[in-house]
């Protein structure tokens, strides 16, 4: 949601090289070739951008929503000799702001999702705890921060958000002492709220940190992740011509799940084709094929030599002729905050 751009559960050691994950696999699912023109919806520090513009005559128009990553590309923009554009937005609005730049169709699209290792290793930007640094978590530096949800938002919402993007069984105490500790001072630190976490569920020798799964749940909330990650899927199927190639690269269980929903929806797989009931509607036409039926995982080597990568699925599709079906309801169902409680309440209504 990481290893390439990010990890979803870093490690609890020292910063880690920034190395692309997947990276031939993802160039062997795009196939650049001379005069095509891609998207790198999540440029970090370049890898995939830079890997697509070695085959000469390509062309790339990369986003990021954090300007740190804007700032730190120029010089691979200025290497570029006039091949990459490199744009600060949000890979969710990737088709406007491709139409914007008189850009009605691309070749392929790579979306390598969630944080950054130099976001990661940043104590000042508030994503990991093996920093002490202000509670941010803002990839755009603006907005609300992971310390104004801390701090303002209500014990049910706070467990629900730890519960559902950080899949934690144990939200509702975690939720019920932060709410506690609030009372006393805000909560405006990593190393605070790590505390706080770690009082609430103490963690096992050899266990990951207690504190993981709720800064990862934080960083989805603030950035909206998942939102992102589902616009971006309807974008993606909207600007690629028929052929092209649609490579996405995930890090934890919940971004994976929207993707191989999302390429199963558009696939037209474990839906009935046939056998319709009078008068029923035809199921709309297949957008994607799959190109892996399965999640393609890194290889022994690769995770040995970055272990970032560990977790690391991908997944590729080559888009139809068919219309694209845009941000229908069910692929914003895929993103949207479940009530966990909604079959409690199911199951008591019909005792």
Same mark, same amino acid.
């Given at each position: 949601?990481?290893?390439?751009?990010?990890? %979803?559960?870093?490690?609890?050691?020292?910063?880690?090289?920034?190395?692309?994950?997947?990276?031939?696999?993802?160039?062997?699912?795009?196939?650049?070739?001379?005069?095509?023109?891609?998207?790198?919806?999540?440029?970090?520090?370049?890898?995939?951008?830079?890997?697509?513009?070695?085959?000469?005559?390509?062309?790339?128009?990369?986003?990021?929503?954090?300007? $740190?990553?804007?700032?730190?590309?120029?010089? +691979?923009?200025?290497?570029?000799?006039?091949?990459?554009?490199?744009?600060?937005?949000?890979?969710?609005?990737? %088709?406007?702001?491709?139409?914007?730049?008189?850009?009605?169709?691309?070749?392929?699209?790579?979306?390598?999702?969630?944080?950054?290792?130099?976001?990661?290793? #940043?104590?000042?930007?508030?994503?990991?705890?093996?920093?002490?640094?202000? +509670?941010?978590?803002?990839?755009?530096?603006?907005?609300?921060?992971?310390?104004?949800?801390?701090?303002?938002?209500?014990?049910?919402?706070? %467990?629900?958000?730890?519960?559902?993007?950080?899949?934690?069984?144990?939200?509702?105490?975690?939720?019920?002492?932060?709410?506690?500790?609030?009372?006393?001072?805000?909560?405006?630190?990593?190393?605070?709220?790590?505390?706080?976490?770690?009082?609430?569920?103490?963690?096992?020798?050899?266990?990951? $940190?207690?504190?993981?799964?709720?800064?990862?749940?934080?960083?989805?909330?603030?950035?909206?992740? +998942?939102?992102?990650?589902?616009?971006?899927?309807?974008?993606?199927?909207?600007?690629?011509?028929?052929?092209?190639?649609?490579?996405?690269?995930?890090? $934890?269980? +919940?971004?994976?799940?929207?993707?191989?929903?999302?390429?199963? #929806?558009?696939?037209?797989?474990?839906?009935?084709?046939?056998?319709?009931?009078?008068?029923?509607?035809?199921?709309?036409?297949?957008?994607?094929?799959? #190109?892996?039926?399965?999640?393609?995982?890194?290889?022994?080597?690769?995770?040995?030599?970055?272990?970032?990568?560990?977790?690391?699925?991908?997944?590729?599709?080559?888009?139809?002729?068919?219309?694209?079906?845009?941000?229908?309801?069910?692929?914003?169902?895929?993103?949207?905050?479940?009530?966990?409680?909604?079959?409690?309440?199911?199951?008591?209504?019909?005792?």
């Amino acid at each position: 949601m990481m290893t390439g751009r990010g990890e %979803a559960m870093p490690p609890a050691g020292g910063p880690a090289r920034h190395v692309p994950v997947l990276l031939q696999d993802v160039l062997e699912g795009l196939r650049p070739r001379d005069g095509g023109l891609y998207v790198d919806g999540t440029f970090g520090a370049g890898g995939y951008s830079r890997a697509i513009l070695a085959t000469p005559g390509t062309r790339v128009v990369a986003f990021d929503r954090d300007p $740190h990553a804007i700032r730190d590309g120029g010089e +691979l923009v200025a290497a570029s000799g006039g091949r990459l554009t490199l744009v600060q937005a949000r890979f969710g609005d990737l %088709a406007a702001e491709l139409r914007a730049l008189g850009i009605q169709k691309v070749d392929g699209v790579a979306l390598d999702i969630g944080v950054s290792s130099m976001q990661f290793d #940043q104590a000042a930007r508030g994503f990991s705890f093996r920093f002490d640094g202000p +509670l941010d978590m803002r990839m755009e530096s603006a907005g609300r921060s992971a310390a104004d949800i801390v701090n303002e938002e209500s014990e049910e919402a706070l %467990a629900d958000i730890i519960y559902h993007y950080g899949e934690d069984r144990a939200s509702r105490r975690i939720a019920r002492f932060i709410v506690n500790a609030r009372k006393a001072q805000p909560i405006t630190t990593t190393a605070a709220l790590a505390d706080i976490v770690q009082r609430a569920i103490p963690g096992k020798p050899g266990d990951i $940190h207690p504190a993981t799964r709720t800064f990862q749940a934080l960083r989805i909330a603030v950035n909206d992740e +998942l939102g992102e990650l589902v616009r971006a899927l309807a974008g993606a199927e909207e600007i690629l011509i028929e052929g092209g190639a649609l490579a996405v690269v995930t890090f $934890h269980s +919940l971004e994976d799940r929207i993707v191989k929903q999302f390429f199963a #929806q558009r696939s037209g797989r474990g839906e009935a084709r046939s056998r319709l009931l009078p008068g029923e509607p035809a199921p709309p036409a297949s957008t994607f094929t799959l #190109q892996t039926r399965h999640a393609i995982a890194p290889s022994a080597q690769e995770t040995a030599a970055n272990p970032r990568a560990r977790s690391a699925k991908l997944r590729i599709a080559l888009r139809t002729n068919a219309a694209p079906l845009g941000l229908d309801a069910r692929l914003a169902a895929l993103a949207a905050l479940p009530d966990r409680d909604a079959g409690k309440r199911e199951k008591g209504r019909r005792k």
